[in-house]
Structure formats: C-alpha cells, structure tokens
C-alpha cells in the first residue's frame, strides 16, 4: 500500500494474477479428467484388440459416461468459476493478514467452505438430503464444482450453467468487497480494531492470571 500505485491498480493486478492462476488450474483439472477418463476406457476393453475397444467406447457412449467437448468447456468453466470465488475471497481475509504466518489462520473459514460440500458430495447425495440442509449445502457456491461432473454425465447442463452463474455472481460480490477494502483506509483501521481486540484480551486474560 506504500508503493506510487493507485489502489484500484493494485486491485485489479491481484485480481488478473487469481485469474491467471485460476486458469491454469481449471486446465490441468482438464487434462487429468481426461486422463482419468481415457483409463476407464483402457480398463473396459482389457486391451482386447481394437474392436473390444470400439465396442467398450459405444458401451460408454450409450451409458453417458463420454464428455464431448462441450462438456469439458463446461466442467472447466465451473472450475474456473470456483478457483475465481476462492482466490477473490482470499485476498479479502488475506488483507486482515499481519504476517505471512497469520495468512493460514486467516484461510481457515474458506476451508471449511470448501471442505463441507467436498465431503457431503463425496458420501451423500444432495439431493436426498432434508430440505433445509440442502439448501443450505446448494447456498455455499463451491458446490458446484463437485457437482459438475454428475450432471454432465446425467446431461443436466442447465444446473451446470446455472453453477456456473451462481458462482461468477459470488465473484463479482467480492471482486466489489475488495475493491471497497483497497480503495479506502479501512484495510488499515480494519487491521488496527483486530489488534486492539486482541489486546484487550490478552490484558483480560492476564489480569485474571493469579
């Protein structure tokens, strides 16, 4: 904040850095989906001959377990959308961070974010959840990703547009959050109610210290 920039200039940098790096991330998620694909292929022709392989590929075909390629472009989409929310959400809490050290600490309500719908989609199905917590599960935009795939297979893409929106909604929310932060004093004073807190507890704590 020291440096002869403007705040929206160093906004904008962070922001064109996440989606440099959300890119990249989205791509390599690509290539390994279709690795992992290609290896389910491989393993129903039990390299039989070209064609068990023709035949275990219109198998595959028929059961809807192919991507075409608009479906990668939009399984990679939504991970782009959700790297995006991450990384737009990160330099926020990153702003209250005072160290390298704290930045982890900092991080931690975004892994839960990320953890909770990982595991509930890893285990259950959202759809058979009670209605409340389900909604609940679907409010939280890193959903989405993890359920990318199943509706792709099901050929549901208008859950996966919806996904995708839902979550670039998100993005611009706190693209706008951080821009507020940044192009005002409240990154410092922000900073500075957090280490008064901390002090007013820590004398606390000391004062009832027999």
Not at 20 to 46: K, P, T
């Amino acid at each position: 904040l020291s440096y002869p920039i403007s705040r929206a200039s160093l906004v904008t940098a962070k922001m064109v850095a996440a989606g440099l790096i959300a890119l990249l991330s989205a791509a390599a998620y690509m290539v390994g989906m279709r690795s992992y694909l290609s290896g389910m292929e491989a393993g129903f022709d039990g390299g039989a001959g070209a064609r068990a392989a023709a035949a275990s590929e219109t198998a595959m075909r028929a059961l809807g377990l192919t991507f075409g390629p608009l479906d990668y472009a939009m399984l990679g989409l939504t991970m782009f959308a959700g790297i995006l929310v991450a990384l737009s959400i990160a330099i926020i809490l990153g702003g209250f961070a005072e160290s390298v050290k704290s930045v982890q600490a900092m991080l931690t309500p975004l892994m839960v974010l990320l953890l909770v719908p990982y595991f509930l989609t890893l285990f259950l199905d959202i759809g058979q959840l009670p209605t409340v917590l389900r909604w609940v599960v679907m409010v939280i935009p890193f959903t989405y990703p993890f359920l990318a795939g199943p509706n792709l297979f099901l050929g549901n893409y208008a859950a996966v547009w919806f996904g995708i929106a839902y979550q670039m909604v998100w993005f611009v929310v706190f693209v706008f959050i951080a821009a507020r932060i940044f192009s005002s004093d409240r990154i410092l004073t922000m900073k500075l109610s957090i280490k008064r807190l901390r002090g007013i507890r820590g004398g606390a704590k000391s004062g009832a210290t027999p």
